[in-house]
């Protein structure tokens, strides 16, 4: 079977295939499914020079251009890749440290917000806009945040061609860090929206404006959210450059929110890399955790924790991996997601269960032990990781470890980002690193609406 382009078909099995360029310029499948490939490019069988490297950017182009088929040539993919990842603060892009024997820290932060969203925002929205100019459209992105998000996606978009990218933020409710990430930045495509609201306003007026088709349409509206498969695709890369750094199969410990980032992981172990296995680590909400543990999905009400980017109430990626272990059973998937929507509530099957813990395993960590073992690191090693990294490493600190089998914790954001947190652990905040010294002489831009979707309409529209 050999065919020009890989082809990509939905969760719930009722989307046309579609092309890794359609994917990435949709995001949600037009049935409310998620986008996986048809069938998994094998890395290893074909020879692929990039399965076994440890440079990023070779790792990247070897991937991207196994998924992207048909869609983008290697070279466009290759530019796409160096341009993305050429503003990062460290050479190695994603570089693996030891910190006490076979326990590793893979650091996911070195991009321009500080948060490994990066890693896969940099080269989707330069993808994108790729696209976009070949489609010869124009696209809206709209987009509610809480904090991190925002960032990472106007450091992405911003100043790149036939895209105009809105922010909404609830006005007051982000760090100083956060808001300024956002409304310092110097492109004239960037729009800032402070709503005078909270984060579920901001999100309810997203959604609201997206079900106004005749405007959506009008405008190009669009969204580069987690489900979009070109973020997995990206952060596929790390798994294989850190696997071939140690040299042999390790166990990857990821903190873990909307399942996007652990679900890369599974998805690089469909491509053919050995890898142990992988733990889920979650804060308070662990709906993640109890899944694993009980097989009953059941959202709960969102706990505020010290691991903001994890405080999520359905992790909207586990479809991805149950997709898989129910064997591509799409009409399951699809019976099942009415069922939830429904019920609020989903009892997998055994069979199910039993897949997802042959690959995966789970532990949750509080407020309490997130301070703690923020502490212990410092104590310990002199290292300072922020709230998210430290509920991963929590979980690897109870695990029993054995001499000769590595671990491998995700750091997915620098410690300065959360500074309270930190202190609230060591006694003091990290030190400032350049990145956010120079964000506090920049000049803001930022538009104050009240929480009303016609004026946010009415205030895009005079913008484009
Ligand atoms: C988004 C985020 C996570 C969670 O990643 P998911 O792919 O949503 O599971 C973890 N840590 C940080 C710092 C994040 O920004």
């Not at 040539?73 to 603060?89: C, G, L, P, R």
Request: glycine fraction near 6%; aromatic fraction near 8%.
């Amino acid at each position: 079977m050999k065919s020009e382009y890989q082809a990509f078909v939905s969760t719930r099995g009722h989307a046309p295939s579609a092309s890794f360029g359609d994917v990435l310029l949709a995001g949600l499948a037009p049935d409310g499914g998620l986008y996986l490939p048809a069938a998994w490019p094998q890395l290893s069988a074909a020879g692929t020079p990039g399965l076994m490297t440890r440079n990023f950017a070779e790792a990247a182009r070897a991937i991207l251009t196994a998924f992207a088929r048909g869609s983008f040539t290697e070279e466009e993919i290759a530019a796409d890749v160096a341009a993305a990842y050429s503003d990062f603060d460290h050479p190695d892009i994603a570089p693996l440290t030891e910190i006490a024997p076979d326990l590793y820290l893979l650091e996911l932060f070195h991009g321009p917000t500080l948060a490994f969203k990066d890693i896969a925002l940099q080269v989707l929205g330069r993808m994108f806009s790729r696209a976009l100019a070949r489609r010869g459209g124009k696209a809206t992105v709209v987009a509610a945040t809480s904090g991190d998000t925002g960032s990472a996606a106007i450091a992405a978009l911003g100043g790149l061609p036939n895209i105009a990218v809105f922010v909404l933020h609830p006005k007051g409710r982000v760090s100083d860090v956060q808001r300024l990430q956002m409304t310092t930045s110097p492109h004239a495509n960037v729009h800032n929206i402070a709503l005078e609201g909270t984060f579920d306003d901001c999100q309810a007026i997203v959604k609201a404006l997206f079900a106004e088709t005749e405007f959506a349409h009008a405008v190009g509206l669009t969204a580069v959210n987690s489900i979009n498969f070109a973020r997995i695709a990206a952060q596929c890369v790390y798994y294989f450059t850190a696997t071939a750094q140690l040299g042999r199969a390790a166990t990857f410990v990821v903190p873990t929110g909307n399942f996007g980032d652990v679900f890369a992981g599974e998805a690089a172990m469909r491509m053919g890399l050995p890898v142990e296995k992988l733990v889920v680590a979650t804060n308070a909400n662990d709906i993640m955790v109890r899944v694993l543990m009980t097989g009953v999905y059941e959202p709960g009400a969102v706990h505020p924790s010290l691991s903001p980017s994890m405080d999520i109430q359905v992790a909207s990626n586990f479809e991805r991996a149950l997709f898989e272990a129910s064997n591509r059973d799409a009409d399951w998937i699809r019976k099942s997601m009415e069922h939830l929507a429904r019920d609020k509530r989903l009892v997998l099957p055994d069979i199910v269960r039993e897949r997802l813990r042959e690959r995966y395993a789970a532990a949750r960590t509080d407020d309490a032990e997130t301070i703690e073992t923020i502490r212990k690191t410092h104590a310990e090693t002199g290292r300072i990781v922020d709230p998210h990294t430290a509920v991963a490493l929590h979980a690897a600190y109870k695990m029993n470890r054995k001499s000769g089998a590595p671990v491998v914790v995700l750091s997915t954001a620098h410690p300065a980002k959360f500074p309270d947190a930190v202190a609230r652990a060591i006694g003091a905040p990290p030190p400032v690193p350049n990145r956010l010294k120079s964000l506090f002489s920049g000049v803001e831009r930022v538009a104050t609406l009240p929480n009303n979707k016609d004026l946010v309409r009415a205030h895009i529209e005079s913008k484009l």
